[in-house]
């Protein structure tokens, strides 16, 4: 296809004042307050595909983005919209509803292309910069450099925006790639003419024709082929035994900054947003301050002051990690979560261009909020979300990271990047499968009486210390021990595991546990100096051990004949009486059972929680959850298939019909008072007993 005079001038057309037009035509729903990561304003409209759309639509989901230098861009979050562009939402209106909109960067254009008048009767000639005297300045930077091809398609690196930029060889747009003209004249001069009458410089006919052959002929000769490239944005990697920080418009190898397309990778890397960057990294001390700030918050768990942290420098590293450890923040109305949020976890998550967003969200928002990005997403108010389930899925797949490809309605795959850490804040937590739990580490928030009080006195403190730049030397302290922490992290989980082998009965999710804690303790050695050796990460791990972190896997080994622990005798005296109870006629065991219960050992008892079992005290009742597979496991190799069915027999006991929350779980389960004495011996009178038989001897059950 050739680009002549007038085709260009079509193109040209496409730049509407989409402002006053949707203003016009009652099409806005409104001005969106933010901008995009170019400052570019937002323009929410309703999507004219809103009738397919599989889940509700939010005033937000779908936009056009207006760019200073004209043109606009769709974006719909839903799977359908994909690939609906701003030319098929101007057909979708009528071409002939846009006329007298052209914006001020089409007329400016539209008279750059301007004919003199007597450009028939001149003959042109070619432009010599050397014998003209130009006004306007000369650039002498490559804007636009040509990366690589495939098939039809050709790639550009925007060294304007630091953006790589794809179009199809016959569909090329100059003024997008570049509207600085002074370029295209110093790069490509035999694409321009000189009219030898005015001296002025000329475009003509054939101009774009030029530029298009010229640039397809470049990316050519790169010798490049770009058929399965990705484009990772903000976020830390390892590449080819490099680290790259990729963070807002600045890329650092190993410390150096350099410039994007000039990183020699599998990978293209380009600019996302703006994040603050430090020179210099934090220290020992900052650490510790930052620690001390938060354990005189509403953490309820005193390590809380140093995890929560660690789990956001965790999350720097999310783009080279093995695995990504996820966090959720519970906490009542009052608890503190949102200065919480505002004051520590956003600030923190800055340093890393987090993204932060509030109530109900979609799949498909999330993964277009997350992009190519290797960050840290923070989702307030999760309980409002309608589509809770589908957040945690994808969750679910950021934690071992990799691509998520989805299917668009053209046929098309689009791939996502899945390698980010989510950090959620609601009242109660919506985790119900096993698989999901285990990928989340729960942080509670207290309601104090204070607490009106305690955040304002904060407050001041964090703001002073904890900044922006603040954060991006803890960034950049975990950047510049980025190289061995795959290393350190490996090391650390040997250690976690022979720790639970060696001391305590084996589990099915210890190596989950292995997997969620490693890599903070890592960056917990990272930022608070310590000596990394196994003594001190034993020493860490008890110290979270004595936070009930770990109490799933702090349970000795069955059959143990040793006094160490209480609580192991304890349930095995249960075990036994419910043995006892499926193969009895079942009516000695209620004050046995009611016994065991009230059993002095109370105090060792939170290690049942493994098996289901949690403790009332103050009803004085116990508390046993549904299919707990330990519980089942262990009743199955007695002979008892279902030990909630046989224990729902006992008298006094009840099936509540409503869930409640139980260690900071919330389930029905069946409940069983212990409020009795222990079985006593029954004692016989005798003398009664003769003189009962006497009486009526016909009773007797000993004759």
Request: hydrophobic content about 35%; charged content about 25%; overall charge negative.
């Amino acid at each position: 296809m050739e680009f002549g005079f007038e085709t260009v001038i079509d193109i040209v057309r496409q730049q509407i004042d989409w402002k006053r037009y949707l203003t016009d035509h009652n099409l806005s729903l409104g001005e969106s307050k933010s901008t995009d990561s170019r400052g570019d304003p937002i323009v929410y409209i309703r999507c004219p595909n809103q009738a397919i759309h599989t889940t509700g639509g939010a005033v937000a989901d779908t936009c056009i983005i207006i760019p200073s230098d004209g043109g606009a861009i769709f974006k719909c979050f839903h799977n359908h919209c994909v690939d609906y562009t701003i030319a098929d939402y101007k057909k979708h209106l009528g071409e002939d509803t846009f006329v007298g909109y052209q914006s001020s960067v089409e007329l400016k254009v539209r008279e750059h292309f301007k004919e003199p008048d007597d450009m028939e009767d001149t003959e042109p000639e070619k432009l010599d910069l050397n014998e003209l005297t130009i006004t306007k300045t000369v650039v002498k930077s490559d804007l636009v450099i040509p990366v690589g091809y495939f098939k039809s398609n050709l790639f550009f690196y925007s060294a304007d925006s630091k953006q790589y930029l794809e179009y199809n060889a016959n569909e090329i747009n100059i003024p997008m790639l570049c509207s600085n003209w002074e370029y295209w004249i110093e790069k490509y001069p035999d694409a321009f003419e000189v009219n030898k009458k005015t001296g002025e410089l000329v475009r003509t006919k054939n101009t774009m024709s030029i530029l298009k052959e010229s640039l397809i002929l470049a990316c050519k000769k790169t010798d490049r082929r770009l058929d399965h490239v990705e484009i990772l944005e903000t976020g830390i990697y390892r590449d080819r035994g490099r680290i790259i920080a990729n963070l807002g418009k600045r890329c650092f190898v190993d410390n150096v900054e350099t410039e994007y397309c000039s990183i020699k990778s599998d990978f293209l890397y380009q600019a996302s947003g703006d994040v603050v960057v430090s020179e210099e990294e934090s220290t020992v001390e900052d650490f510790c301050r930052l620690v001390d700030i938060l354990s005189r918050s509403t953490l309820s768990n005193k390590t809380d002051a140093w995890l929560l942290p660690c789990i956001i420098a965790c999350g720097y590293l999310s783009g080279m990690s093995d695995w990504r450890t996820h966090c959720w923040v519970v906490g009542s109305k009052g608890s503190g979560k949102t200065e919480l949020k505002e004051l520590v976890i956003s600030v923190l998550a800055s340093a890393i261009g987090g993204i932060i967003k509030e109530g109900n969200l979609t799949e498909a928002a999330i993964r277009q909020l997350i992009q190519k990005k290797a960050t840290i997403f923070i989702h307030d108010e999760a309980e409002l979300s309608k589509n809770i389930d589908t957040e945690i899925a994808t969750i679910r797949v950021n934690s071992a990271g990799g691509n998520q490809a989805k299917g668009t309605v053209s046929g098309r795959a689009l791939e996502f990047k899945c390698s980010s850490t989510f950090i959620l804040l609601s009242i109660s937590s919506s985790l119900v499968n096993e698989v999901d739990t285990e990928r989340f580490i729960k942080i509670y928030l207290q309601q104090r009486d204070d607490t009106v009080s305690s955040w304002p006195q904060l407050k001041k403190n964090i703001e002073n210390f904890l900044t922006a730049k603040q954060a991006a030397k803890f960034c950049k302290r975990i950047i510049n021990n980025a190289l061995t922490f795959n290393e350190t992290v490996s090391y650390i989980r040997s250690v976690f595991i022979s720790y639970f082998v060696v001391n305590y009965s084996s589990s099915d999710n210890l190596p989950r546990y292995a997997d969620n804690y490693c890599g903070i303790l890592a960056t917990y050695f990272i930022l608070s100096g310590n000596v990394l050796s196994e003594e001190s990460i034993i020493a860490v791990i008890k110290t979270l051990q004595s936070d009930d972190r770990f109490n799933e896997l702090c349970v000795d080994k069955i059959g143990d004949s040793s006094d160490s622990n209480p609580a192991t005798d304890l349930f095995d005296r249960l075990l036994d009486e419910v043995v006892s109870y499926s193969n009895s006629d079942g009516k000695r065991i209620e004050n046995t059972i009611r016994g065991i219960l009230n059993d002095p050992l109370e105090p060792r008892k939170e290690c049942l929680y493994r098996y289901g079992i949690y403790w009332l005290p103050e009803e004085r009742r116990i508390k046993l959850k549904y299919k707990n597979r330990y519980l089942t496991e262990l009743f199955e190799k007695h002979g008892v298939r279902s030990p909630i069915d046989t224990l729902k027999n006992i008298p006094g006991a009840i099936i509540p019909k409503e869930k409640r929350r139980i260690n900071n779980e919330r389930f029905r389960g069946l409940e069983i008072p212990f409020d009795a004495p222990p079985i006593q011996p029954e004692r016989i009178d005798l003398d009664k007993l003769f003189e009962t038989v006497d009486t009526d001897s016909t009773n007797s059950g000993l004759l």
